[in-house]
């Protein structure tokens, strides 16, 4: 399959290609979408410990796009993303990383997210 899939009643995309990342992330750039990837594998507890609370925060934050990624499948973006361990969770703007959490830190994560949001709401009000 070379498209995003959406778990039934998920806010979660689940990129599956290196052509779908480079899709969504388009369409995030040209709509100024705030986007939050989680990196995971099928082999990682840490990573199958954080996926619920990765859903919660997408539920959470409606404003901002949730991406899940497993790097055995979608080998081209680790890559390029420079991604080496699982869970890893990368905060972007467009295209662009603007912060990255390596582990399966439920309060860093939670913590960043919801200043990410800030800043984020904060820039489109200025703009608007």
């Known amino acids: 399959m070379d498209a995003q899939q959406q778990v ?6 689940v990129v599956d290609s290196d052509n779908s990342w480079d899709m969504i992330l ?16 099928e082999w990682c507890a840490p990573s199958k410990y954080m996926a619920g609370f990765f859903e919660n925060l997408a539920l959470k934050y409606p404003d901002i796009l949730f991406l899940l990624i497993d790097v055995d499948e ?7 993303m420079d991604v080496k361990a699982m869970p890893t969770f990368l905060l972007m703007r467009g295209t662009v990383q603007v912060d990255k959490i390596v582990g399966a830190n439920a309060d860093e994560l939670q913590k960043r997210v ?13 703009q608007v």
Not at 114 to 126: G, K, L, M, Y
Request: no cysteine; aromatic share 8%.
């Open 114 to 126: 919801a200043a990410f949001a800030q800043i984020f709401r904060q820039s489109t009000e200025v």
């Open 74 to 80: 979608v080998k081209g973006v680790k890559d390029k």
């Open 26 to 41: 388009g369409q995030a750039k040209t709509q100024a979408s705030p986007v939050v990837v989680h990196f995971t594998a």
């Open 8 to 13: 039934t009643g998920s806010r979660v995309l």
